[in-house]
T-cell receptor, first 116, second 113 residues
Framework: DVKVTQSSRYLVKRTGEKVFLECVQD?????MFWYRQDPGLGLRLIYF???????EKGDIPEGYSVSREKKERFSLILESASTNQTSMYLC???????????????FGEGSWLTVV | SQKIEQNSEALNIQEGKTATLTCNYT??????LQWYRQDPGRGPVFLLL?????KEKRKERLKVTFDTTLKQSLFHITASQPADSATYLC????????????FGKGTMLLVSP
């Protein structure tokens, strides 16, 4: 069974703290993604990666960075957390099959981050 | 500007009826359109994918249509059950090669016994 695991389900952090959200997938997928989901705004793409050490900005990268040192692991980093980063964060992965095929995206269960 | 629109109001239906959810888009040229189910507090789960050259796709009680002229997809659940109650998200894939989907905000479906 395919699995995307997010290490923390619920976190509470203080403003200004550095926050790491970790994600691991066991499907040998090339592509990995970080989304955030907010009421009324839906899912928005923060960053994605298509290979180890490769990263691309999504729609809302400001205030975030990412790290992909191993194929199975993709980390989201909030360098200095702010209250407007309180949200649900979703990690996802899929195979890289090129433009000729639509790919199923597999999501983790989400990490609820509250910044106080 | 680019927009993906799904009914923001919840859809309430009786068990056994067919639920129909709508996804309209503007200023996109998706090669694929996908539908996901999301339960409260959980991550989305893939349901169906339809290609731009396909009119209709079925999977068990689910049916998706894709009209690139109308820029619309319809998602149907036949013989609906209370267990079908969830939020349903449509997502567009413009075939960048990286599967960077753009999601609608979702429609909540409530199926009453």
């Amino acid at each position: 069974d395919v699995k995307v695991t997010q290490s923390s389900r619920y976190l509470v952090k203080r403003t200004g703290e550095k926050v790491f959200l970790e994600c691991v997938q066991d499907m040998d997928h090339e592509n990995m993604f970080w989304y955030r989901q907010d009421p009324g705004l839906g899912l928005r793409l923060i960053y994605f990666s298509y290979d180890v050490k490769m990263k691309e900005k999504g729609d809302i990268p400001e205030g975030y960075s990412v790290s992909r040192e191993k194929k199975e692991r993709f980390s989201l980093i909030l360098e200095s957390a702010s209250t407007n980063q309180t949200s649900m964060y979703l990690c996802a992965s899929c195979k890289m099959t090129g433009k000729s095929s639509g790919n199923t995206i597999y999501f983790g269960e989400g990490s609820w981050l509250t910044v106080v | 500007s680019q927009k993906i629109e799904q009914n923001s109001e919840a859809l309430n239906i009786q068990e056994g009826k067919t639920a129909t959810l709508t996804c309209n888009y503007t200023n996109y040229s998706p090669a694929y359109l996908q539908w996901y189910r999301q339960d409260p507090g959980r991550g989305p789960v893939f349901l169906l994918l339809i290609r731009e050259n396909e009119k209709e796709k079925r999977k068990e009680r689910l049916k998706v249509t894709f009209d690139t002229t109308l820029k619309q997809s319809l998602f149907h659940i036949t013989a609906s059950q209370p267990a079908d109650s969830a939020t349903y998200l449509c997502a567009l894939d413009e075939a960048s090669g990286y599967s960077t989907l753009t999601f609608g905000k979702g429609t909540m479906l409530l199926v009453s016994p």
